[in-house]
């Protein structure tokens, strides 16, 4: 009977021998992606809201980027759902464009806008044509990721929906255009370029209107807050790598710093940017205020950290 | 009567002559242009090659084509201007028998989605080689899925 139990336990451990290890075993890390929305420029006295119902053109085109970045296997945030959910949510409170805009943002999460727009050129003998230029930008930092412009031959034809895909797909002598292959392929040389050199955001550091004391108070240990901040950023940006920054009244603003994408091999947030700054800063004291620590509030909105000194 | 060591020695200097005649080597050259783009996600090109004989010279024009899509780019296509590969050390310093295996196991031929008769365009007497033009159609994004798989290719994204 020993022996027996001993046969089943040694070959469990034989037909078994690595559950220990699975089970400890390192899962790999899915790198995060950003999400891209693809949208229609809305022109002056356009409402983005129904652009898209509005003109068959630009629907066209938004459909087409949409396809291309599928067939490159990656999805879209679609911009029609999120418009319609936003405003379900009543998070649309405005009517300018440009606000409809950031608010949109901000609701649907997306890093990375592809504005198409579509101009009609239209002649009096008739022959018509379509200009597109497609431009991918960072939603946050206004980080141009990519630009594409091409027009359609002429033709006599009122087919504006076909003109456009003669723009996005035209022999120009003796060379295939192929607008949007060429953009998605200018984006990833992009983020490659951000994989190498860091994700850039944007950060403001405000006071708060409470707040006793402003950016040139003196620091307990000699310097100036101002200074500390510079200093701080210029050692934690990713490769020493930001915009240098810039005082707009009681704000100091770096409209890029470059945070890396991953870090001791797991994915790196704004928010844990944020969270090192906070830290960092909780630590330091004032010489006015001996006794107290800095109070700060690090609120991440998309690819911008904002951080109010209370 | 020859001694058999005259034979030999004749037979030794024969083969001699026949290994040490160098190997003739094709440079890599865009001779790769876009004719059309038949379906989406398919190209197709015109490329050239050259072989001692015609059938190599096919081959090696097949070869070209995607080497050129892989490492050069078809400055004549927009969409495929810029290599695919973006940087072919770097990829062989991981995996320094992809390329060569791709090719020498013919793997890329399950990307050959179409192609026409070749045409002998020059024909040279010293070395005998031939130069031809071959037209295919390559299914390059089924191709860039392959390579993506392999890690020689970055998915879309960071």
């Given at each position: 009977m020993r022996i027996f139990l001993v046969l089943l336990i040694g070959s469990a451990c034989c037909l078994f021998p690595n559950l220990n290890l699975l089970a400890q075993a390192e899962r790999e890390v899915v790198q995060m992606q950003p999400m891209i929305m693809v949208i229609p420029f809305a022109k002056e006295g356009e409402n983005i809201r129904t652009v898209l119902e509005d003109d068959i053109v630009r629907r066209v085109v938004v459909t087409k980027v949409q396809e291309g970045f599928d067939t490159r296997g990656f999805t879209t945030v679609d911009f029609l759902a999120k418009l319609k959910a936003a405003e379900l949510d009543g998070i649309?409170?405005?009517?300018?464009q440009s606000d409809i805009k950031s608010q949109l943002a901000e609701y649907s999460g997306a890093d990375i806008y592809t504005e198409v727009e579509a101009y009609y050129e239209e002649s009096p003998d008739g022959k018509n044509a379509v200009r597109i230029i497609l431009k991918g930008f960072d939603a946050f930092t206004g980080q141009a990721l990519g630009s594409k412009t091409g027009s359609s031959p002429k033709f006599i034809t009122a087919d504006f929906s076909k003109l456009a895909e003669k723009a996005l797909e035209r022999r120009e002598g003796n060379v295939q255009v192929d607008m949007i292959e060429e953009f998605l392929n200018v984006m990833q040389s992009n983020f490659i370029e951000i994989n190498e050199i860091g994700r850039a955001i944007k950060v403001m550091f405000v006071l708060d209107q409470n707040a006793e004391y402003d950016f040139d108070a003196e620091t307990a240990d000699g310097s100036i807050l101002e200074y500390k901040i510079e200093d701080w950023i210029d050692e934690n940006a990713y490769l020493n790598n930001y915009s240098p920054a810039k005082t707009i009244g009681p704000r100091i603003l770096f409209d890029q710093v470059r945070i890396p994408l991953r870090e001791e091999g797991r994915n790196y947030t704004p928010n844990k940017f944020g969270r090192e700054l906070r830290r960092a800063f909780s630590n330091v004291k004032l010489t006015e205020f001996p006794d107290a620590k800095l109070n700060l509030a690090v609120e991440v909105r998309g690819g911008t950290l904002y951080v109010t000194f209370k | 009567m020859i001694s058999i060591k005259y034979w030999f020695g004749l037979l030794c200097v024969i083969l001699l002559f026949f290994n040490c005649r160098s190997k003739i080597v094709y440079q890599d050259n865009a001779e790769t242009i876009f004719n059309d783009?038949?379906?989406?996600?398919v190209v197709s090109v015109t490329s050239v090659g050259y072989g001692s004989t015609v059938e190599l010279a096919e081959t090696d024009a097949i070869q070209r084509a995607f080497k050129n899509i892989l490492f050069?780019?078809?400055?004549?296509y927009t969409g495929l201007k810029?290599?695919?590969?973006?940087d072919r050390t770097e990829v062989e310093k991981i995996k320094p028998t992809l390329f060569s295996d791709f090719f020498a196991t013919n793997e890329y031929e399950r990307f050959i989605a179409g192609q026409s008769d070749v045409s002998v365009t020059g024909q040279y007497k010293r070395p005998r080689s031939f130069r031809v033009k071959k037209s295919l159609s390559i299914n390059y994004e089924q191709l860039r899925k392959h390579f993506e798989r392999n890690g020689a290719v970055k998915k879309f994204g960071y």
């Amino acid at each position: 009977m020993r022996i027996f139990l001993v046969l089943l336990i040694g070959s469990a451990c034989c037909l078994f021998p690595n559950l220990n290890l699975l089970a400890q075993a390192e899962r790999e890390v899915v790198q995060m992606q950003p999400m891209i929305m693809v949208i229609p420029f809305a022109k002056e006295g356009e409402n983005i809201r129904t652009v898209l119902e509005d003109d068959i053109v630009r629907r066209v085109v938004v459909t087409k980027v949409q396809e291309g970045f599928d067939t490159r296997g990656f999805t879209t945030v679609d911009f029609l759902a999120k418009l319609k959910a936003a405003e379900l949510d009543g998070i649309i409170t405005s009517n300018d464009q440009s606000d409809i805009k950031s608010q949109l943002a901000e609701y649907s999460g997306a890093d990375i806008y592809t504005e198409v727009e579509a101009y009609y050129e239209e002649s009096p003998d008739g022959k018509n044509a379509v200009r597109i230029i497609l431009k991918g930008f960072d939603a946050f930092t206004g980080q141009a990721l990519g630009s594409k412009t091409g027009s359609s031959p002429k033709f006599i034809t009122a087919d504006f929906s076909k003109l456009a895909e003669k723009a996005l797909e035209r022999r120009e002598g003796n060379v295939q255009v192929d607008m949007i292959e060429e953009f998605l392929n200018v984006m990833q040389s992009n983020f490659i370029e951000i994989n190498e050199i860091g994700r850039a955001i944007k950060v403001m550091f405000v006071l708060d209107q409470n707040a006793e004391y402003d950016f040139d108070a003196e620091t307990a240990d000699g310097s100036i807050l101002e200074y500390k901040i510079e200093d701080w950023i210029d050692e934690n940006a990713y490769l020493n790598n930001y915009s240098p920054a810039k005082t707009i009244g009681p704000r100091i603003l770096f409209d890029q710093v470059r945070i890396p994408l991953r870090e001791e091999g797991r994915n790196y947030t704004p928010n844990k940017f944020g969270r090192e700054l906070r830290r960092a800063f909780s630590n330091v004291k004032l010489t006015e205020f001996p006794d107290a620590k800095l109070n700060l509030a690090v609120e991440v909105r998309g690819g911008t950290l904002y951080v109010t000194f209370k | 009567m020859i001694s058999i060591k005259y034979w030999f020695g004749l037979l030794c200097v024969i083969l001699l002559f026949f290994n040490c005649r160098s190997k003739i080597v094709y440079q890599d050259n865009a001779e790769t242009i876009f004719n059309d783009k038949p379906a989406p996600g398919v190209v197709s090109v015109t490329s050239v090659g050259y072989g001692s004989t015609v059938e190599l010279a096919e081959t090696d024009a097949i070869q070209r084509a995607f080497k050129n899509i892989l490492f050069q780019g078809v400055p004549s296509y927009t969409g495929l201007k810029d290599p695919m590969i973006y940087d072919r050390t770097e990829v062989e310093k991981i995996k320094p028998t992809l390329f060569s295996d791709f090719f020498a196991t013919n793997e890329y031929e399950r990307f050959i989605a179409g192609q026409s008769d070749v045409s002998v365009t020059g024909q040279y007497k010293r070395p005998r080689s031939f130069r031809v033009k071959k037209s295919l159609s390559i299914n390059y994004e089924q191709l860039r899925k392959h390579f993506e798989r392999n890690g020689a290719v970055k998915k879309f994204g960071y």
